[in-house]
């Protein structure tokens, strides 16, 4: 799917049946309901491989019930919460597990909408990059990982890092990036 | 969106950070589910109100799956064929 979608058409989208849509809305929200499972509820990698294929499916039977098509996000961030106490509640019959507290699982449920605002800033930049900065920071590779990727000098990629978070900054700010596409120098 | 302003660098690379990729099999497996739970009917209802996609189907089935955004499986392609007659009537 080539032009960017907001949320809404995107859900009336795979409403309709279109299965491009709903491949793009599972790249859209995978590493945020990924992220709930693994950083708020901690939960092992096989539990929350089942939660996130179960709160996908939910999505995709229920995505009638939607009331509001814009509002996908925070459905979606509370159907995977459900799906990790529930999954959690089961696990702590056979092993108790230590419980969060409910200040805590906010304060980093703030912080994962705060990064998907981020995340969908980084989508509007370069190709490049947003390659860049997704290899360095989400993917935790190495300069020269990145470099040998990209086809790009290792000892450039910390340079196009730094301007590449400001094009990024400018973004969020709602200012205009600067002209230069690339990201190099 | 909601309003952003006053990100350092150093808080951007740290947000970035919070959200790495899902497993690559684990979103495979996400994006196949309505071909593999509910595509058939998803398909089917759109032949059923789509004239213009009922007209593909009937024409090259492989090829109207896949311009759809389905992937043209043997078993999608049999299902698929198999409800044809009765949208017709």
């Known amino acids: 799917m080539t032009m960017e979608l ?12 279109e299965a491009a849509a709903w491949n793009e809305l599972v790249e859209r929200f995978s590493r945020y309901v990924y992220a709930i499972a693994v950083r708020v509820y901690r939960l092992p990698e096989h539990d929350a491989e089942d939660v996130f294929q179960e709160v996908f499916a939910r999505v995709y039977e229920r ?46 449920l703030e912080r994962l909408d705060e990064a998907l605002d981020v995340r969908e800033g980084l989508e509007s930049l370069s190709g490049d990059c947003k390659e860049i900065l997704d290899r360095f920071f989400a993917r935790d590779e190495s300069y020269r990982t990145i470099g040998d990727a990209l086809d790009l ?11 590449c978070l400001g094009k990024l900054r400018e973004q969020l700010e709602g200012r205009k990036p600067s002209p230069d596409p690339s990201g190099g120098s | 969106m909601r309003a952003t302003s006053g990100y ?16 690559a099999g684990w979103v495979q497996a996400a994006q196949e589910l309505p071909a593999a739970r509910l595509g058939l009917d998803a398909i089917v209802e ?30 999608l392609i049999d299902a698929v064929r198999a409800c044809l007659p009765e949208l017709d009537q």
């Open chain 1, 6 to 17: 907001s949320d809404a058409q995107l859900v009336g989208r795979c409403r309709n049946g």
């Open chain 1, 153 to 163: 000098p290792a000892g450039t990629i910390a340079s196009r890092i730094s301007r």
């Open chain 2, 46 to 75: 759109r032949a059923r109100v789509d004239a213009e996609f009922r007209v593909l189907l009937v024409a090259d089935l492989e090829a109207a799956l896949a311009a759809a955004g389905y992937e043209p499986t043997d078993e």
């Open chain 2, 8 to 23: 350092d660098e150093e808080r951007l690379g740290e947000l970035l950070g919070q959200l790495p990729p899902a497993p």
């Open chain 1, 63 to 108: 995505l009638g019930s939607l009331r509001d098509d814009a509002a996908i996000r925070p459905w979606l961030a509370q159907l995977t919460r459900n799906t990790c106490v529930d999954r959690l509640r089961a696990s702590t019959r056979e092993q108790p597990v230590e419980e969060l507290s409910a200040e805590e699982t906010d304060a980093i």
